[in-house]
């Protein structure tokens, strides 16, 4: 299946292709700073207040940064959007990052929102665009 027809900002194609479905990667991470709130109705909806979590190069000749994320709860934003009104995927951890002890849930999306990451035990590094999900092609509507 050719993915790039329903993504924008592909980071690097051939290689985020090259699996079962199509990786995504990480632009921004958030943490939570102040509680959102839901109510049965929806007249109370209210969004959490999110920071970009801090990241840092490791030397400083490097291109990008790493995020060195402790255990806890995050929400990750990918640099791809993706657009598809005919078709939903399948939104899945990639096995490097649940071999590091860091997971998102599975999620059935036509669109990417922010996603919420879980990091356990001594926590993570991850760089700017790491590849962190793969999208899964999954039914027609």
């Not at 994320?69 to 939903?88: F, K, R, V």
């Not at 649940?98 to 929102?113: D, I, M, N, Q, S």
């Not at 001594?122 to 999208?135: D, E, P, Q, Y």
Request: hydrophobic share 35%.
């Amino acid at each position: 299946m050719d993915y790039t027809q329903f993504l924008d900002d592909v980071v690097h194609e051939p290689t985020q292709a090259e699996g079962r479905g199509f990786d995504l990667t990480v632009a921004e991470v958030y943490e939570v700073t102040e509680p959102g709130r839901v109510d049965f109705g929806g007249g109370e909806l209210e969004a959490a207040d999110l920071e970009p979590s801090h990241s840092e190069k490791r030397d400083p000749d490097d291109d990008y940064e790493w995020w060195h994320l402790t255990a806890g709860q995050y929400l990750i934003e990918y640099n791809e959007s993706l657009a598809s009104e005919d078709m939903t995927f399948t939104l899945q951890t990639r096995d490097e990052l649940l071999a590091r002890g860091a997971f998102h849930p599975t999620l059935h999306v036509t669109e990417l929102p922010h996603v919420p990451l879980a990091v356990g035990g001594a926590g993570i590094r991850l760089k700017a665009n790491a590849r962190v999900s793969t999208l899964v092609a999954g039914e027609a509507e």
